[in-house]
């Protein structure tokens, strides 16, 4: 976690619709750690790996699985060992047993099945915040 004013989330989603929903989920809540949030959109592994490179750190990656140019655990795997390492939440509608410990195998912090609820996402989120 980088400990910034503002907290950063990096949302790797290939569908527009289930990004759009996480834009909402956000912007509605209450929850007074995601007020004002600087969420930064990815819609494929090279965006993503682009948007991860970058000079600004994240606080969370909330990571489809599946990607129009690869798997989204490539991104895990890609901040293993890194000292400013953000927590990342893989999110899938591939709810199987093997597809989380692919996941957790992967260094996701957390696994989220689709669809979720609003209030998993924000509690998942705060906890990776707090």
């Given at each position: 976690m980088r400990g910034a004013a503002v907290t950063r989330i990096l949302l790797v989603e290939d569908n527009e619709l289930n990004r759009s929903l996480v834009r909402a989920i956000i912007a509605r809540t209450a929850e007074p750690l995601l007020q004002g949030v600087d969420l930064v959109e990815a819609e494929t592994l090279a965006q993503a790996q682009a948007a991860l490179?970058?000079?600004?750190?994240?606080d969370v990656v909330l990571l489809d699985v599946h990607l129009?140019?690869?798997s989204g655990l490539e991104v895990a795997r890609g901040l293993a060992g890194r000292p400013d390492r953000p927590a990342?939440?893989?999110l899938t509608a591939a709810a199987m047993a093997r597809e989380q410990t692919a996941a957790m195998d992967a260094g996701c912090d957390t696994f989220l099945a689709k669809p979720y609820t609003s209030a998993d996402l924000v509690r998942t989120i705060v906890e990776h915040l707090s």
């Open positions: 490179a970058g000079a600004d750190g994240f129009p140019d690869g990342v939440v893989a």
